[in-house]
């Protein structure tokens, strides 16, 4: 069975600093890794998908991920993060065919200081 | 512009009552999903359609009806079989057999 683990409830990072949120993953095949955006009271925006090729992915808004197949992990990346960042962050792991449906992660709430 | 609409955003209910929330896609997608969301639990899903007159139990479907008449459209009725019906609702759609989903707007059913 596919599952994701988002091991960070909450991160709260300052305004211009870095930002990683984690992200891992249980899958028997090659997966298909996705990251979604959450505004408060919102839908899901897709930020990347991974489904083959180049292991370092670039998304919208400035954010970027790294499949890493050894370490299980899809780990989502920027390099500075702005105040309208602040959201919820999904990861989600599917694959083709039979079990196509993603299985989402419990998500990241990013806080962002001034 | 291509995208899914759900209404309303919100919506509020008696106790034994159904309800009826609409999700509309112009997308041209085969597949259609509800989700339920509810604070720290991530998405369940609920039903999901991969064709026209055709629709599988997800997760959670206990309580929970739904149709697929057209493909553009794959309403969700809450019954008062429910027993905890409040929460935040999200339909999304998907190519079938490719597993990107793009969601709509939610709503949010509050029980009274």
């Known amino acids: 069975a596919q599952s994701v683990t988002q091991p960070d409830i909450h991160i709260t990072v300052s305004e211009g600093a870095s930002l990683e949120l984690r992200c891992n993953y249980s899958y028997g095949a090659t997966p298909y890794l996705f990251w979604y955006v959450q505004s408060p009271g919102q839908g899901l925006q897709l930020l990347l998908k991974?489904?083959?090729?180049?292991?370092l992915v670039q998304g919208i808004k400035g954010f970027e991920a790294e499949f890493k197949r050894s370490q299980s992990s899809f780990n989502l990346r920027k390099p500075s993060v702005h105040w309208s960042d602040a959201a919820e962050y999904f990861c989600a792991v599917g694959g083709s065919g039979g079990s196509y449906i993603p299985t989402f992660g419990r998500g990241t709430s990013l806080i962002v200081h001034p | 512009d291509g995208g899914i609409t759900q209404s309303p955003k919100y919506l509020f209910r008696k106790e034994g009552q159904n309800v009826t929330l609409s999700c509309e896609q112009n997308l041209n997608h085969d597949a259609m999903y509800w989700y339920r969301q509810d604070p720290g639990q991530g998405l369940r899903l609920i039903y999901y359609s991969q064709i026209v007159n055709d629709f599988q139990k997800g997760d959670i479907a206990e309580g929970y009806s739904v149709s697929r008449e057209k493909k553009e459209s794959f309403p969700l009725t809450v019954t008062s079989a429910q027993k905890n019906p409040t929460a935040f609702y999200l339909c999304?759609?998907?190519?079938?057999?490719?597993?990107?989903?793009?969601f709509g707007p939610g709503t949010r059913l509050t029980v009274l």
């Open positions: 991974y489904f083959s090729g180049d292991t």
């Open positions: 999304a759609s998907s190519i079938s057999g490719i597993p990107t989903q793009y």
